[in-house]
């Protein structure tokens, strides 16, 4: 089925507007959504992203993934976040190009991309996926309450055709979902997921328990959580609002506002 691309100047959320859809009763599955501006974005924890008008690519892709489990809902994460790294790779160094635990897209160490993942759930099964998506493309001019953003143009000095770019990452990111099907795919989206790890087998400081700790990511569960073990050997199991990064005093990342 074709993908359906539906383009607006400005919305609250390009997510939102799917998930208002689903609720109309609509069938939203392999729908694209575009925006120019949003007024209001979604994120993880209340956290926002800076995007000035028509400088950035923010877009929702709904995709009908009730072929998997429901307990499964991190391999889209990992699907959708490699698909976007190799579509970025065809265009910047790929060796200064992470994933960062979930679904962040990094350029060394600031952040060029991100999203937010909105499932529904059928019984045992998934339904629909809404992929948000907000990709610093134009921009390069950021607040400074904006910890560590970098786009396409900071880092080449060139301007990117949002319609390219766009076609690019939705055939890649659908092409990398429907893969789900298969297990030896989701094999291969792992290991790639993890290859491309930010800090993956790397010490860092985290900031965890109200406490700054020294820890290395080792992997990740079923479930998507970080597995990570500190100084003293303990192995710590995180979800997503468990841990930042880095010390709040120093910076804090955020998700996609999308």
């Known amino acids: 089925m074709a993908l359906k691309i539906l383009y607006f100047d400005e919305l609250n959320s390009t997510n939102v507007y799917l998930y208002d ?4 009763k609509n ?3 392999d729908m694209v959504v575009v925006a120019s501006h949003q ?8 956290n926002r992203w800076e995007s000035e008008a028509g400088k950035n690519l923010l877009f929702s892709i709904a995709l009908n993934v009730n072929f998997l489990d429901a ?5 889209i994460s990992q699907a959708v976040s490699v698909a976007i790294y ?3 790779s065809e265009i910047i160094d790929n060796q200064s190009i992470f994933i960062k635990w979930p679904n962040d897209i990094y350029f060394d160490d600031s952040k060029l991309a991100g999203m937010l993942i909105q499932n529904t759930i059928e019984g045992k099964k998934m339904g629909v ?3 948000g998506i907000g990709l610093n493309v134009n921009q390069i001019e950021f607040s400074k ?3 560590n953003p970098i786009s396409l143009k900071m880092i080449t000095g060139n301007d990117y055709d949002f319609d390219n770019l766009l076609n690019r990452l939705i055939v890649k990111i659908k092409e990398a979902v429907e893969s789900l099907r298969f297990e030896q795919k989701c094999e291969e989206i792992n290991e790639k997921y993890i290859s491309k790890s930010y800090r993956f087998g790397k010490w860092a400081e985290y900031f965890y328990h109200n406490q700054v700790k020294t820890m290395i990511i080792n992997g ?26 880095f010390p709040p005093s120093c910076r804090r990342d955020s998700e996609a506002d999308v």
Do not use: H, W
């Open 86 to 88: 190799e579509t970025l």
């Open 27 to 29: 069938d939203i599955a």
């Open 145 to 147: 309450d904006i910890p």
């Open 220 to 245: 990740f569960d079923k479930y998507g959580r970080l597995l990570l073990r500190d100084k003293e050997g303990a192995e710590n199991v995180c979800d997503v609002k468990e841990l930042q990064f």
């Open 39 to 46: 007024t209001a974005g979604r994120g993880m924890d209340k």
């Open 129 to 131: 996926s809404i992929i």
């Open 21 to 24: 859809k689903i609720s109309e």
């Open 71 to 75: 307990e499964n809902q991190f391999k």
